[in-house]
């Protein structure tokens, strides 16, 4: 594609680009405003953009039971310090001379341990719960799912007869199914085996309605990768199961982690599955229309500080996983 010269074209695309960017991050900027906003202030008449008095009450009040009379600022600063050198450690991983994957490790274990001490050390809401019940149900949807799609994806890839086509098709058509297709079986196998209301039978489902997905997008990732690559290792005495694991996925990696990202996209902001195939054990959206819902206009600020802390993990998440989300939607644009 050739570069655009004219300099009023260029104006005039850099201001369609600037006027959509800001039409796009708009919702999210009221959101927020309204987050820090008192009652009053958010039920303003005219929309005050600036020009009040920021609190941090609806985050308190979504978050916690009660304040602790003594040390709460603190307890607040040391949290909010141990999650900022978490998510540093994670940025700057390349820079701290340990292997990645033992930083990697850590940070996963000091996530865990930061999340059982909070309601430790503070009277947590059961908005908290639902948070927990989120990374529950997300991390076990991506784990479960990519496992299955990477075998699966790997498979489809490698062979070229007739039933790989069927199963292709096949999970194609299951892709185009509603949600709703998905409910009435999966809610009678709930009520039969008794886990209605649990992470289990959520994560089978999600699982159910994000396979094709993955198995699609995976097989394509694969179908750039030589046979030669592996071809070679079982040469030189690898199973084929070794050569996958040591010498396709490395190559296959971004491909693998964008995948994941759309899996956790999927799983992190599903409402109608977690509504209602779950009783208590909701997610954040699922929690956060408690809110929206509501007959208390109070409930409309405590909404925005509810939607805008949903929304962090998943902005951490992308901005960390941003160069290898690039790389794996790039995968193969470009041969040669």
Not at 75 to 101: D, G, R
Not at 186 to 198: A, H, N
Not at 210 to 236: C, G, H, Y
Not at 264 to 292: C, D, G, H, K, M
Request: proline share 5%; glycine share 6%.
């Amino acid at each position: 594609m050739d570069r655009v010269r004219n300099p009023f074209a260029r104006v005039a695309i850099h201001t369609v680009l600037i006027f959509f960017a800001i039409y796009s991050a708009f919702p999210f900027v009221w959101t927020t405003l309204q987050s820090f906003k008192s009652f009053r202030d958010a039920n303003s008449r005219t929309p005050l953009f600036w020009g009040f008095e920021p609190t941090w009450e609806n985050y308190q009040e979504v978050w916690l039971r009660s304040i602790p009379e003594e040390g709460g600022a603190m307890l607040a600063f040391f949290l909010l310090l141990a999650v900022v050198l978490l998510v540093c450690a994670l940025i700057f991983a390349n820079y701290i001379p340990l292997p990645n994957p033992a930083i990697y490790a850590a940070v996963g274990i000091g996530f865990i341990v930061l999340l059982w001490a909070i309601p430790q050390l503070a009277d947590v809401s059961q908005f908290y719960d639902y948070f927990i019940n989120t990374l529950i149900v997300t991390v076990g949807t991506i784990v479960v799912s990519i496992s299955i799609g990477c075998l699966a994806g790997y498979g489809l890839a490698r062979y070229a007869g007739m039933i790989a086509v069927i199963i292709l098709i096949s999970a194609l058509a299951f892709r185009a199914l509603p949600r709703l297709a998905f409910i009435l079986p999966y809610f009678y196998i709930g009520s039969v085996t008794g886990l209605t209301d649990t992470h289990f039978l959520v994560i089978i489902t999600l699982v159910a309605v994000n396979q094709p997905f993955t198995i699609w997008m995976l097989r394509s990732f694969f179908m750039e990768v030589p046979k030669e690559l592996e071809e070679s290792a079982m040469v030189d005495g690898a199973s084929r199961l070794v050569s996958f694991v040591r010498v396709i996925v490395p190559i296959v990696w971004p491909g693998i982690i964008s995948t994941a990202l759309f899996s956790l996209l999927l799983a992190y902001n599903e409402f109608l599955l977690v509504r209602l195939l779950t009783q208590s054990n909701w997610t954040l959206p699922v929690a956060i229309s408690r809110f929206t819902g509501g007959e208390d206009p109070r409930h409309l600020t405590l909404a925005a500080a509810s939607a805008v802390s949903a929304t962090i993990p998943i902005m951490v998440v992308i901005l960390f996983f941003q160069k290898n989300l690039v790389k794996g939607l790039t995968a193969g644009a470009v041969k040669g």
